[in-house]
T-cell receptor, first 113, second 113 residues
Framework: DGGITQSPKYLFRKEGQNVTLSCEQN?????MYWYRQDPGQGLRLIYY???????QKGDIAEGYSVSREKKESFPLTVTSAQKNPTAFYLC????????????FGEGSRLTVL | AQTVTQSQPEMSVQEAETVTLSCTYD???????LFWYKQPPSRQMILVIR??????QNATENRFSVNFQKAAKSFSLKISDSQLGDAAMYFC??????????FGAGTILRVKS
């Protein structure tokens, strides 16, 4: 089945540790995105990539890093510099064309202890 | 920067009745796209309906329709014949050039049987 796979679904981290969230898609989409969801704030864009080996910061990139070495993969690293990392993280992909639908993964819930 | 505002944190509707969710946005662009996404308790985001700003005709998808008022920058979602499965969080989203979606804070829809 074509779709987006995020892993892990739930992750616990101690303060000061980096953690990487995985996002893989088999939809042959050029563009991929990472959003953060907090209660009452909707979804906010962290990073996006419109093509392999290129990515841009979104609205809340501080404390996060990404890579796009393969078309199918867009991992997100939450670094120890991110002050409030506990959140629900959603990965999405699209064709990249203006107005194109975003297809979302099931999300990863990160809790910092 | 574009912003999307959903002024109704929560709405309730009786099964089989009609409900309208509100959304306003702010932009200086003339060409853009608007979306309504549904996030059920599973948290998987699903596209409900999409509207191109250059089209005057309101989009319709089965029981879901929009009232797009470009001059007023308003984009409301009407759900007819509400069903229990419609209960979810609904997000309004804006996309301009570059296909980066900006989301509103969301409206929780409760459906009463």
């Amino acid at each position: 089945d074509g779709g987006i796979t995020q892993s892990p679904k739930y992750l616990f981290r101690k303060e000061g540790q980096n953690v990487t969230l995985s996002c893989e898609q088999n939809l042959n989409h050029d563009a991929m995105y990472w959003y953060r969801q907090d209660p009452g704030q909707g979804l906010r864009l962290i990073y996006y990539s419109q093509i392999v080996n290129d990515f841009q910061k979104g609205d809340i990139a501080e404390g996060y890093s990404v890579s796009r070495e393969k078309k199918e993969s867009f991992p997100l690293t939450v670094t120890s510099a991110q002050k409030n990392p506990t959140a629900f993280y959603l990965c999405a992909s699209s064709t990249g064309l203006d107005g194109g639908e975003l297809f979302f993964g099931e999300g990863s819930r990160l809790t910092v202890l | 920067a574009q912003t999307v505002t959903q002024s109704q944190p929560e709405m309730s509707v009786q099964e089989a009745e009609t409900v309208t969710l509100s959304c306003t946005y702010d932009t200086s662009e003339s060409d853009y796209y608007l979306f309504w996404y549904k996030q059920p308790p599973s948290r998987q985001m699903i596209l409900v309906i999409r509207q191109e700003a250059y089209k005057q005709q309101n989009a319709t998808e089965n029981r879901f329709s929009v009232n797009f008022q470009k001059a007023a920058k308003s984009f409301s979602l009407k759900i007819s014949d509400s069903q229990l499965g419609d209960a979810a969080m609904y997000f309004c989203a804006y996309s301009g050039y570059g296909n980066k979606l900006v989301f509103g804070a969301g409206t929780i829809l409760r459906v009463k049987s």
